[in-house]
């Protein structure tokens, strides 16, 4: 016999699978041009300034590296953020790198021993944060036509995750000193083992966050029917890069660096799913993520005005932008494609 906790689950699920069909159903055509445009930015956008940055974040944790500077920045780790200074090179790479890098690092560093639950769940709460890639180039550069906000965006992005950082060693207390049997007995793996590895777990997380951008993007292609121009909402929550291409047509510079700041729900289960190992409080995760959007918005606006930097006149125009410091859709197909082939042929050895 189910519990009635059960009875209401299996029902939510099963009104969710029927509801599902029925959409794509009847509204197959929108769900496959949001599809689409998902597939798009996955291959134009996210591949190319993403996969290399998370290479190295995981590489960084497998060669050892990490714990190297994590003998010369643990003070500084400790001090700031109250986590293992093991951690450095993974919270640089969140800043840096793009929404999942710090987690699939962070899960990297768990997995090894090189930190404890407790600092993997305290990092995985402020170590997010879009690339350099994304909020220069495809953000600022492409949708803004302003390089400078772009940097902005970025800048304010960083300093929001240093404070997020300094609250949450305020808000949960400084971490003990911890070595794991696993990583006292461990031995960082040589250069060509620990770049294999990690180019297996980026590949793993891109096909990951590719199928998630997917499918919140045919999702999006779904609402814009009955939402029309209110569907800008249902974007900033559900997905970031549909809701910066929407938020920079319509000139919106504060909601726009909310969104980035805040990610959405597609990049939260993205890094759900580079933790499935590490138990985190979703609730507290979604409220951080709120925080850090805010802040984002507020520095943001701070740094366009003190720097007195102009924008220019937005239209409602929608056209596709371009990514020129990218590789185009069937180079980044292809990288996708190689990076399967490779994990098959790893398998097969």
Do not use: W
């Amino acid at each position: 016999m189910m519990t009635e906790k059960q009875n209401t689950r299996v029902a939510t699920e099963f009104a969710f699978v029927i509801s599902a069909v029925i959409a794509i159903l009847f509204f197959g055509k929108e769900c496959s041009s949001g599809a689409l445009r998902g597939i798009y930015f996955c291959a134009e956008v996210l591949v190319p300034s993403i996969f290399p940055f998370m290479v190295i974040a995981i590489f960084a944790a497998e060669c050892g590296l990490s714990r190297q500077l994590g003998k010369i920045t643990g003070g500084l780790c400790r001090k700031l953020f109250g986590v293992s200074g093991n951690l450095a090179a993974v919270l640089i790479m969140s800043m840096i790198g793009g929404y999942p890098v710090g987690a699939r690092g962070i899960a990297a560093l768990k997995k090894s021993g090189a930190i404890s639950e407790d600092d993997a769940v305290r990092a995985s709460y402020f170590a997010v944060g879009a690339g350099p890639g994304f909020l220069i180039v495809f953000v600022g550069q492409n949708l803004l036509s302003s390089v400078q906000t772009g940097v902005c965006i970025l800048v304010s992005q960083i300093l929001s995750i240093i404070i997020l950082g300094i609250a949450n060693k305020k808000f949960f207390g400084k971490t003990e000193n911890y070595n794991s049997d696993i990583e006292l007995k461990s031995k960082p793996l040589p250069f060509a083992s620990a770049l294999t590895e990690a180019v297996i777990e980026a590949t793993y997380g891109m096909i990951d966050m590719c199928g998630m951008v997917v499918l919140f993007s045919a999702i999006i292609g779904l609402t814009e029917k009955f939402f029309g121009s209110a569907n800008i909402y249902i974007c900033i929550l559900a997905e970031v890069t549909t809701a910066s291409k929407l938020l920079a047509d319509s000139g919106n510079i504060l909601l726009l660096a909310f969104a980035v700041g805040f990610g959405g729900l597609c990049v939260h289960f993205q890094i759900f799913t580079a933790l499935k190992s590490i138990e985190i409080n979703k609730g507290l995760f979604f409220l951080y993520r709120i925080i850090q959007g805010v802040i984002t918005a507020l520095l943001t606006m701070l740094f366009i005005k003190i720097f007195n930097i102009s924008l220019p006149v937005f239209s409602s125009i929608s056209a596709p932008p371009e990514l020129s410091l990218s590789t185009n859709a069937v180079g980044s197909a292809m990288l996708l494609l190689c990076g399967a082939g490779f994990i098959y042929t790893i398998k097969k050895l």
